[in-house]
């Protein structure tokens, strides 16, 4: 059971694109269409941005996009902005047994 | 719309129990899966503990198992987790959070979350 790998800290200018990656395993990533991403604030409730890998639920800007290969997800940021300065957390369902969930280690996106 | 609210955190011994609640509304509890996920001070998200819509299955970190048990009261809308044997580790925002699905799929909904503290 052990945490998703994200890099610790992704930073941009205003304008461009980042990408965040999220590596796991073929028990997990690899193995379901079941990755989620969440945009954390200070001191706020985790929200979802990306759902089944790459879907956006309504009200997320489309600026938010989100892939998988093998077992590494990505999330990207594109026309990034003042307000996505935040962590990002990527989520896999485990299919296993015992637990259901497994998340990333987290990632800190700043907006330079 | 849909609201969850977490209460019960609060500061207690190593070794004490503490139970959390979740109050739900705005959707129907009894068709979703629903999970705790926690928060240490400073540190990333870290999924806890799922109970299945009608309760029967229940499922845990290693970190807790054993320790921790989910319930719900489909009756009551409440999802509830009962933390036995608590340590300095466990110290933590305990969020509650929806499952898209009666099954797994991933987390819709968030409440704001409850504090505890383990410590002497």
């Known amino acids: 059971q052990s945490a998703l790998t994200q890099p610790a800290s992704v930073s941009g200018s205003p304008g461009q694109s980042i990408t965040i990656s999220c590596t796991g395993t073929s028990s997990d990533v690899g193995s379901y269409n079941l990755v989620s991403w969440y945009q954390q604030h200070p001191g706020k409730a985790p929200k979802l941005m990306i759902y089944?890998?790459?879907k956006r639920p309504s009200g997320v800007s489309n600026r938010f996009s989100g892939s998988k290969s093998g077992n590494t997800a990505s999330l990207t940021i594109s026309g990034l902005q003042a307000e996505d300065e935040a962590d990002y957390y990527c989520c896999s369902y485990a299919g296993s047994s015992t637990f259901v969930y497994v998340f990333g280690t987290g990632t800190k996106v700043t907006v330079l | 719309e849909v609201q969850l609210l977490e209460s019960g955190g609060g500061l207690v011994q190593p070794g004490g129990s503490l139970r959390l609640s979740c109050a739900a509304s705005?959707?129907?509890?009894?068709?979703?899966?629903m999970s705790w996920v926690r928060q240490a001070p400073g540190k990333g998200l870290e999924w806890v503990s799922g109970s299945s819509a009608s309760g029967s299955r229940s499922y845990y970190a290693d970190s807790v198992r054993g320790r921790f048990t989910i319930s719900r009261d489909n009756s009551k809308n409440t999802l509830y987790l009962q933390m036995n044997s608590l340590r300095a580790e466990d110290t933590a925002v305990y969020y509650c959070?929806?499952?898209?699905?009666?099954?797994?799929?991933?987390?819709?909904?968030w409440g704001q979350g409850t504090l505890v503290t383990v410590s002497s």
């Open positions: 959070a929806k499952d898209y699905s009666t099954s797994w799929s991933y987390h819709d909904y």
């Open positions: 089944e890998g790459s």
């Open positions: 705005g959707f129907t509890f009894s068709s979703y899966a």
